[in-house]
Nanobody, 121 residues
Framework: QVQLVESGGGLVQAGGSLRLSCLASGRVFSITVMGWYRQAPGKQRELVATITSGGSANVADSVKGRFTISRDNAKNTVFLQMNSLKPEDTAVYYC???????????????WGQGTQVTVSS
């Protein structure tokens, strides 16, 4: 069974930076689109950024120019570099993968447990 494990969250002052990582653990053969979503208290989960296996990225307007998504296919890992953080970026950040295939089967719409990012003013 494949698991998505996020790391890198924490507390940072406004204007600071954090780098989130998400590793797909297990005997992974391929992963299609990977992405980051976030959910702030009292709000719906929203898309932050996605990236295809070929490296094509899509970034939400609210974070464009501040956040960068990237991935290392060889290490089954996706990253989110977050710069110029604002208090409104405070949320639980979730990693998601559209389809993960192992040598035995494929799984669809996998999610990580989430990592808390808190930006103080």
């Amino acid at each position: 069974q494949v698991q998505l494990v996020e790391s890198g969250g924490g507390l940072v002052q406004a204007g600071g930076s954090l780098r989130l990582s998400c590793l797909a653990s297990g005997r992974v053969f391929s992963i299609t689109v990977m992405g980051w979503y976030r959910q702030a208290p009292g709000k719906q989960r929203e898309l932050v950024a996605t990236i295809t296996s070929g490296g094509s990225a899509n970034v939400a307007d609210s974070v464009k120019g501040r956040f960068t998504i990237s991935r290392d296919n060889a290490k089954n890992t996706v990253f989110l570099q977050m710069n110029s953080l604002k208090p409104e970026d405070t949320a639980v950040y979730y990693c998601q993968a559209d389809r993960i295939c192992t040598v035995r089967r494929c799984e669809h719409d996998d999610w990580g447990q989430g990592t808390q990012v808190t930006v103080s003013s």
